[in-house]
Each structure stands twice: as structure tokens, then as C-alpha cells.
């Protein structure tokens, strides 16, 4: 079977190899849509966290089963399944806890170990989740929308609040529909005037500010002077991460979704000031996966995917969607016909 491989920062390979063997408690998934993520881009331009090459990478999956034994969520051959990639000891403090999310031995696959860009894959069964109907492109984008209702959930949003997303990106854009699908007033902060339109005429966000030295003082007039109760930094920008605070109210919420590779610094008194919540949500977990599934028919789907594939096309692609201005915001490649 073929299989697309990051060999090193900046070079993939399409290669063969035998298919996969389904061992016990697994099932023969057949690939039929992988989503692009930040963290295939960052590993392809070789500045990926807790990455090492070679690695196949892909995980966001939308699947197709081939082989499976009897299971408890009564999953049989034919299915289509969404996969949650994380793959989660059960027996950490955190698995303990009910946060496998964040398992001491986690291993995400197209990151820790190989991932979906491949024909067949076999994997643990108990990270299949049925998909009630949804179309390929729906289930291959679950994944980063999950990433984005676990971030919601860390942060307790209500109905009515007003937040501030930084980054205009997959992750920071589902964050903002999906909030705004909850309820919530959404204000979109980014660099990028292109990106910040994208927001507004495609998904509707209410208020979009570009960052910069004015934008503390136009999310506080945006705001009637409270700032916002919640702020989510999907940039993963050191800057962005240090400053995020500045846009939230006195008693609010920062959460940190997007990953730095550093150290961050924050004066102490500024943020003690507000009695800040400062929290990080990494990954997500079934019952995020399962809401994601259950309201994905009130996302603009068509919208979000501006580029699609097929995997014998991917290679020479793969360098344009590392550039936001070429208008890419989530790219899927297809492994079937």
C-alpha cells in the first residue's frame, strides 16, 4: 500500500509498503480524508515540539472500517468512523482523573508515532467514534473542531459572555464559531487583515481587531470598557501568549491553546491584579469529539475547507499551504477514488 512520509524538515516521499496487520482489540481502518494541521506544517518545516523524523504524519482522519471484532459501541465493518488520535495509557493520574487528554504517556499519532497519511492503518478500537451521517469532509475536520469545544469547555463559557480569540488560524477560527454557536459575543485579534476578513464574511465573527498597538483600547470600546471575560490565544505566538491578558476583564479567564517552545513571562502584579485564571487545554476528549459530531451540521463546513487533494498531489502542494496569504485555511487530502 502507499504511504506519504516526512523524512526530514522540508522533504516528504510517496512510498509502498506491506499492509497493515490487525492485532487484537484493533480495527483495519481504511483512509479516506486527512485534514493538514498546523502541527503537519510546523513538523514539515521542522520547528514541531516533541517531534522526531521520520514520521507519517496525518490526525485529523476520516475513515472507513475493514476489519473489526465485536465492540461496545457496536462499530461493524462498512462504518464510517472519525478517530481521536491520542493514544492514552488509562492508568496515569490523569487517565484516572478523566483526562486523557493530557495522559503522562500520551502518544498522538502523526506525532509521537505514525499517523493516518497512509491507505490502511490499523489502531485501538476504542478510539472510534460513529459519525451519525456526516459526509467525509465533516469527519476529517472533527478533530481540530474538538481541539476548539475542549478549549471552550476548560474555560466554563456561558451564554452572552464576550471573548477575544487570538489567531485567525483552523484552531482559533473553530474556537470562535463554535463559541459563538454557545452563545457567546466573539471578537477575532490577528495580525492579518486577510485572515480577519476571512472571519467576518465567512463565519460571521461579530468583531475582528487588528493586532497592534491600539488594540487593547478597541476591544475596550468594543466592550463597553470591561474588556472580555474570556481570552483564548490560538496563535501559539510568544508574543501573543504574553499580551493576551492585556484583553481580558478583571476576574477572567486566559486559556492557551496554541503551543510555544519557551519560556513566557508575565509581571505578576498585572495579572494578580485581575486575580487572572491562567489555564493551557491540549488535545481534547470524547465528549469533546461527541459535541463536535453532534452540532458540526451548524458549522459553515463549506467554508472552512478552501483546499482539496488527492494524496499523489499532495507533495507539491504541501509548500503553498505553509503560506497564509495564499488564502488556505484548512486543506484535506484524499485517499480515495
Not at 469527519?139 to 469547555?153: C, D, K, N, S
Not at 481580558?248 to 509581571?267: D, K
Not at 469529539?289 to 499523489?312: A, E, G, R
Amino acid at each position: 500500500m502507499k504511504y506519504i512520509v516526512c523524512e526530514q524538515p522540508g522533504k516528504f516521499a510517496q512510498k509502498e509498503k506491506p499492509f497493515p496487520i490487525r492485532a487484537p482489540h484493533e480495527a483495519l481502518l481504511k483512509i479516506k480524508k486527512v485534514g493538514i494541521c498546523g502541527t503537519d506544517l510546523h513538523a514539515y518545516a521542522g520547528n514541531q515540539a516533541f517531534f522526531s523524523y521520520p514520521r507519517i504524519l496525518g490526525h485529523e482522519l476520516a475513515a472507513e472500517v475493514v476489519e473489526i471484532d465485536p465492540n461496545e459501541n457496536d462499530i461493524v465493518v462498512g462504518d464510517p468512523v472519525v478517530l481521536m488520535p491520542y493514544l492514552s495509557c488509562g492508568h496515569c493520574i490523569a487517565c484516572t482523573c478523566g483526562k486523557s487528554n493530557c495522559c503522562t504517556h500520551i502518544q498522538v499519532m502523526g506525532v509521537h508515532t505514525d499517523g493516518g497519511m497512509q491507505e490502511y492503518i490499523s489502531v485501538p478500537t476504542r478510539i472510534l467514534l460513529k459519525t451519525h451521517a456526516l459526509s467525509y469532509d465533516e469527519m476529517a475536520i472533527v478533530e481540530p473542531l474538538a481541539i476548539g469545544a475542549h478549549a471552550i469547555r476548560r474555560a466554563g463559557l456561558k451564554s452572552g459572555e464576550m471573548i477575544a480569540v487570538m489567531g485567525c488560524g483552523p484552531i482559533g477560527i473553530g474556537i470562535m464559531k463554535l463559541a459563538q454557536i454557545q452563545g457567546a459575543k466573539v471578537i477575532a485579534v490577528d495580525v492579518n487583515e486577510q485572515r480577519l476578513q476571512y472571519a467576518k464574511e465567512n463565519m460571521g465573527i461579530d468583531h475582528c481587531v487588528k493586532a497592534g498597538p491600539d488594540a487593547v483600547k478597541e476591544v475596550a470600546q468594543l466592550s463597553h470598557g470591561n474588556l472580555c471575560t474570556a481570552v483564548f490565544d490560538a496563535s501559539g505566538n510568544k508574543i501573543a501568549l504574553e499580551t493576551g491578558p492585556d484583553y481580558m476583564s478583571h476576574g477572567g479567564r486566559f486559556v492557551m491553546v496554541g503551543l510555544s517552545n519557551g519560556a513566557l513571562t508575565y509581571a505578576h502584579p498585572k495579572i494578580h491584579a485581575k486575580e487572572t485564571t491562567l489555564m493551557c487545554s491540549r488535545n481534547a476528549t470524547l465528549e469533546d469529539f461527541d459535541h463536535v459530531i453532534n452540532i458540526l451540521d451548524q458549522f459553515p463546513t463549506h467554508s472552512f475547507i478552501t483546499h482539496n487533494v488527492h494524496f499523489t498531489e499532495m507533495i507539491p502542494h504541501f509548500e503553498q499551504w505553509l503560506k497564509p496569504e495564499t488564502g488556505v485555511m484548512k486543506a484535506i487530502v484524499n485517499f480515495s477514488d
